[in-house]
Nanobody
């Protein structure tokens, strides 16, 4: 299995930026695509972005396209989510997750391992 630990959350003003990190340990990191999901208070968990095993393919949810960038450093076993032009509606707990499925999946059911989450709060 793989263990995931998120970091980099915090409080930021609207229009600002944050970079989230997802550090992995355990099994071979390149066996997994990595996704970011978020859950706002009272809402269901939703897909944000994902990256394939090599880092050559990415997928984004429409609300974050053009503002968020996902990347990975396989040597460091870390995936990043650069978040720019943050909006108040981006406020949520952000989770990274690992999928052993082929390709890039936007569905939480395809991800086997999850981190504990990091909170992002965007103030107006």
């Amino acid at each position: 299995q793989v263990q995931l630990v998120e970091s980099g959350g915090g409080l930021v003003q609207a229009g600002g930026s944050l970079r989230l990190s997802c550090a992995a340990s355990g099994r071979t990191f390149t066996d997994y695509a990595i996704g970011w999901f978020r859950q706002a208070p009272g809402e269901e968990r939703e897909f944000v972005a994902a990256i394939n095993r090599s880092g050559g393919g990415t997928l984004y949810a429409d609300p974050v396209k053009g503002r968020f960038t996902i990347s990975r450093d396989n040597a460091m076993k870390t995936v990043y989510l650069q978040m720019n032009s943050l909006k108040t509606e981006d406020t949520a707990v952000y989770y990274c997750a690992a999928s052993g499925q082929i390709g890039i999946r936007p569905y939480a059911r395809d991800y086997f391992y999850w981190g504990q989450g990091t909170r992002v709060t965007v103030s107006s």
